[in-house]
Each structure stands twice: as structure tokens, then as C-alpha cells.
């Protein structure tokens, strides 16, 4: 294990914010987690998970230990006639696995091709896409417990998996993935329920295909994190309740929703902001995208004070207008290394 001091992190986070880490560790092999809390416990940091940084804020001066995870490996753990369990090293490319698992012809997560980072942090706000969530394919995620101070599975339904949520998301300091077993499908089982992806599938309804075609819608409205340093969506689709769904429609019948099982209704972030005006704006070196609202995009070596600026902005335009609060989905963290809550 090596620890290095003062270490920029703008190359290792998608929105390339500048952040200077008091103290960086890259950890290749689950028992190095314990080397590591114990180097921290005895300077006494708080500990930062950092995976592929794709969903991360981080302020510009960070005095803690930043646990780089670089854990590697695929292996299947068993095999019956319709199923394939499968654990996967935490430093694994999401994209790079999801595009193995369709080469072995295992199916289930061909819909969550191209979302940027590693697979250990896919459990943590349950990625989703194109209507599939990770967490319908786990089984179970491989933690350390910093509570119980011992390794530890948790099962998928422990993980209390929901919209963008997991227990990560409830106990954030206490968890670090080091694996995560999934299940996947031996035979195809295409889901394609979701926006205009049967129409771009067509005939050809194979896997290879399906994830052919969300790549490629993904490409056409997504910006490329190298070209516009980006977090992807920045808010969650908020959820509402009919009445306040109800409220919102009288004025303007054309929002796009979905309902939710519960009666709830989920409206689109995206267009809450577009007709705010913020399409393509920009408030000093941090703007809205110009192809897809609901993405902030850093244009210029933005601090995290200028991110901030923008996009407690456009929450309050979003709340002017439509009296709906935007949360938003990346996680923010304090100079110490904590995370912390957005505010409005
Ligand atoms: C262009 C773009 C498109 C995106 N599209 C989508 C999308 O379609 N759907 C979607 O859900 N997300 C999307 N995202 C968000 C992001 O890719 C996902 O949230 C992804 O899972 C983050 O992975 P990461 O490795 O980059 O995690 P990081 O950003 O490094 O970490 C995110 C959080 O998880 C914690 N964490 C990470 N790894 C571990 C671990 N091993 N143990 C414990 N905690 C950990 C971190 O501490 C941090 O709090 C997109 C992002 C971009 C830039």
C-alpha cells in the first residue's frame, strides 16, 4: 500500500473540477481496505471512496484519505440452466463488463451500457437506464463493514434497492464495496418498454443489438465527460404526488411523467428545466447543455463554488416556476472528505 500526499484529482473525476487530496491511496486487493482505515485512524482523516468519479463534487482542498478503488476481477461463481452468478472486482469498467457479459451471452444489463464508472459504485445509487436498474441483476454486494469492522455480503434485498437509492445511500460512511455477484440471464429477455427503444431495436431483436442501440441513442444526447466535463443527469426526476402531479398538468397538459406504482408520478428534470430557460445557458463557467437539459456541463476549470452557483440557480428557478424542488444526484462532499446535503 502507498500513500501519496497532495494529489490532484481533476483527471479522476468526470467534471473535472480541480481537487487537491491531502492523502491518496489506490487499493488493488479487498485486505489493503484494512491497511488503509488503519493509516487513516492513525492520522486521524475521514476516509473518501472514490471509484470512477462519475457522480462525485468535490471541493477544491480535500484533508482526507482518498481510497482509489482498483479492485479487479470477474469470476463465476455458478451456473444452472437459465442462470450465470457472476462476482465482479469493484475497480471493473461498468461499460467494459456490461459489454462482456453480452459477449458470453449473459443477459440483463445490456440496457445500462455506457454509464461511466465502476462496477463497485453501481450498487450505490442502484444505476438505471432505458427501464432496467442494476440492482434487479444483484445478488449480493461484498462490503467492508467500518461499523462491524469485519467483511461482509449483504443480499440484494438488504441492499433495499429503489430509484437512484440502496442502503449505501443511508449509511454512506459505513460501507466499502469490494465485489459485487450478479445473476444474469443464460437466455435473452430484451426489455424494451422504455422511450423509443423498440422503434431503434427494429427487427433485429437481439442483445447485441439492444445494446448497439442504446449505445448509440446514448452517444446522440449525451455529452462525451471528455469533451464537456459532466456528472451526466444532474437532478433526480423528482417524484410527486397525484395532487401536486394534478396541479402542475392544468397548467401544462404536455409534461412528460410516468406514473409509478403507487399513484405517485414521476416528472421529467429535463423539461422542468428546459422551460425554465436554461437549455444551453450558462452562469459564468457552468451551464445547462444544449442538447439535454438536465446535464451541467464545466466549460471552463469551474470550482465547485461556481457549480453550485449554477445549479442552485436553476433549483430555484425550477421552484419559482413550478413550485417542484429538484434534488440534486451527484454526491457532494465537504473539504473533510464527508458527504454532505445539497442545499436549496
Ligand atoms: C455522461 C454520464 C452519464 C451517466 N448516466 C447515468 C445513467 O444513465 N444512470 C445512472 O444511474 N447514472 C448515470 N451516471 C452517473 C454515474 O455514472 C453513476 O452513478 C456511476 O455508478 C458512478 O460510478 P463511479 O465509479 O464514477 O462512482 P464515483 O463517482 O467515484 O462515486 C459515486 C459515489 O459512490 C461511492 N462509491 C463508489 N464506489 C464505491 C465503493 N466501491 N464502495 C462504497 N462506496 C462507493 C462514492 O464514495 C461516491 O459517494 C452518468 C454519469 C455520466 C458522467
Redesign the pocket.
Known sequence: MHVQEQVQLKNLN?LNLNAIASHYVQINQPSEVIDALAFAEQHHLNV?????????LLPQHIQALVLH?NIQGIDVLAEDEDTITVKVG?GQV?HDFVLYSTQQQWFGLQNLAL????V???P??N???YGVEAGEFIEFVQVYDRELKQFDSISAQDCHFAY?HSI?KDH?NR???VSVTFKLLKKADLKLSYGDLKQAVGDDQTAENLQNQVIHIRQSK?PD?KEYP????FFKNPILTAAEFGKIAQQFPNIPHYLQANSNVKVAAGWLIDQTGWKGKQLGAVGMFHKQALVLVNYADATLADVKNTYQTVQSDVKQKFNVQLEPEP?LYSEQGL?QAHHA
Open positions: 468526470t473518501l471512496i472514490l471509484s470512477g468519479g462519475s457522480n462525485v478503488l469493484a461498468w454509464i461511466p464508472g465502476l463497485g459504485a453501481s450505490v445509487q444505476i438505471g437506464a437512484r449505501f454512506p460501507y466499502i464495496i449525451l465527460p459532466n456528472v451526466g443527469s454526491v458527504i
